[in-house]
């Protein structure tokens, strides 16, 4: 089929690569033309693992192609996805200026029977309101609108494209669920039939119960930290019922990103206007917000104050495999420990400029960022953290503190470390690991694995 999608940011661009390789014929449309020059000259805008190989491919195949002229890729298709991006306003609630902007160039430049897939998340009713938008102000009403939101995971999108565990399709005309069983055909997971409104209410309510599970484990963590008890045991315990399950049940520095903390927000906006309590949800998203500063105050009760302290940053975007920095965890914990009088350096392995906290200073690697500073909190867990080079980091050091804000280091590996050099390893939920003896000692093998 051919196939237009409006909109190649993120979720756009894994779509339509994603659709080109399922074999049908796509065009990106999006207003930027500078993005649009990138795509074509063979570059990508932004980093997502395996995206470039199946652009690649696709382009090769010609089955992909970009541009700008929106009204002539809107005609040209049976088929519409609209990706456009949904921001958050400044109550929270979801900013549909861009969707609302493509249905209008859709029903103004549409042909008969068009297909319009919102992929974009919008708030449950959305899709009605746009049905109506076509047949009252453009008077087309031979359009099918369908809700099929997106669960792609950022690091994972392509895989989760490829091999998703549902397929959520919002429609009531026989016509579009035939052709939207085309268009997946070949793609693993069934796709569940729904009417629209719960279709667009399946996508907030689950990242929204996502976004609590990861709260309730921090929350859990908290009081671990009280009483002596490893969160991670704890963690196990419960990710071993099958009710529970143990997915994103990691304590840390929260969630980020640009779909769990904006959603969770459209979640309680909607909520307020319908006058309906979402309690749980405003609880989760007040708990995310306090994790950088619940990190800073521990580091502060350690250090007696941070006036005048180095502070070391390992990992900066919300998450690893991904140089998404939106809403990501480091950026409020930056600005506080700089307003608390610390220096702060830092180093990500994809951010290298234009880090938003202008006076933290970007290094070359967490070696350098070990080296200029006298305590370091791991931040986001990437690969190359895991394996450090201990000797390297402790040479001719009296002391080290070391926060593991994603709980990446296993307790017993931690503690084989402070045998030997001087370092206090503190975590997320667990007991903290205090140096056995002051002085540094040799190791014949001084690379230490989280066990």
């Known amino acids: 089929m051919k196939i237009t999608v409006l909109g190649i ?23 930027a033309a500078e993005k649009v020059a990138t795509l074509n000259a063979g570059g990508i805008p932004l980093w997502e693992p395996g995206l470039q190989e199946v652009l690649n491919k696709a382009s090769s195949n010609g089955r992909i192609r970009f541009c700008i002229d929106i009204p002539a890729a809107i005609h040209e298709s049976p088929v519409c996805f609209i990706a456009v991006g949904t921001p958050k306003t400044a109550d929270g609630s979801a900013d549909l200026r861009q969707v ?17 897939v919102v992929k974009s998340t919008v708030p449950p ?49 026989p016509f579009a669920r035939k052709v939207m069983e085309r268009i997946y055909h070949g793609l693993s997971a069934p796709l569940q039939i729904c009417d629209r409104r719960s279709a667009e209410m399946i996508k907030y309510a689950s990242n929204a119960f996502l976004a609590m599970k990861i709260s309730y484990i921090n929350m859990i963590a908290d ?41 969770t927000q459209a979640l309680i906006a909607i909520g307020k206007r319908e006058n ?6 405003e609880a989760a998203a007040r708990i995310n917000r306090g994790r950088p500063l619940t990190l800073l105050q521990r580091l502060e009760d ?44 830092a180093y990500d392995p994809l951010i290298r400029r234009d880090y938003p906290v202008e006076d933290v200073h970007l290094c070359e690697d967490s070696y350098e960022v070990a080296s200029a500073s006298d305590v370091t909190i791991l931040m986001t867990e990437w690969e190359e953290f895991r394996n450090c080079d201990w000797s390297r980091i402790m040479a001719g050091r009296h002391d080290w503190i070391l926060l593991d804000g994603r709980n990446l280091y296993s307790l017993d590996a931690m503690k084989r470390v402070a045998q030997h050099w001087p370092l206090t390893y503190l975590s997320v939920g667990r007991p903290s690991v205090r140096p056995v003896k002051s002085e540094s000692v040799s190791l014949p093998e001084s690379r230490t694995r989280n066990g």
């Open 9 to 31: 940011g993120y979720v756009g661009l894994v779509t339509a690569a994603g659709l080109a390789a399922l074999g049908h014929e796509v065009i990106g449309a999006d207003i």
């Open 100 to 116: 609302e902007q493509a249905v209008a160039d859709i029903g103004k430049h549409a042909r008969s029977n068009t297909v319009v």
């Open 125 to 173: 009713g959305t899709g009605d309101g746009l049905e109506e938008i076509l047949r009252q102000k453009w008077e087309r009403c031979d359009l099918h609108v369908v809700s099929n939101p997106e669960f792609l995971r950022q690091g994972n999108a392509v895989d989760d494209f490829f091999h998703p565990d549902r397929m959520v399709v919002g429609t009531s005309s």
């Open 223 to 263: 009081l671990c930290d009280r009483i002596d008890a490893d969160v991670n045991a704890v963690a196990r315990g419960m990710g071993a019922d099958p009710r529970i399950g143990s997915a994103f049940l990691r304590p840390g520095m929260g969630y980020g990103g640009s779909c769990f903390p904006k959603d």
């Open 276 to 281: 309906v309590e979402m309690s749980l949800v």
């Open 302 to 345: 350690e250090c007696g104050g941070l006036r005048g302290r180095k502070i070391g940053v390992w990992g900066l975007t919300f998450k690893p495999m991904s140089d998404d920095l939106r809403e990501a965890p480091s950026i409020p914990f930056c600005r506080m420990a700089v307003e608390a009088g610390a220096e702060v350096f």
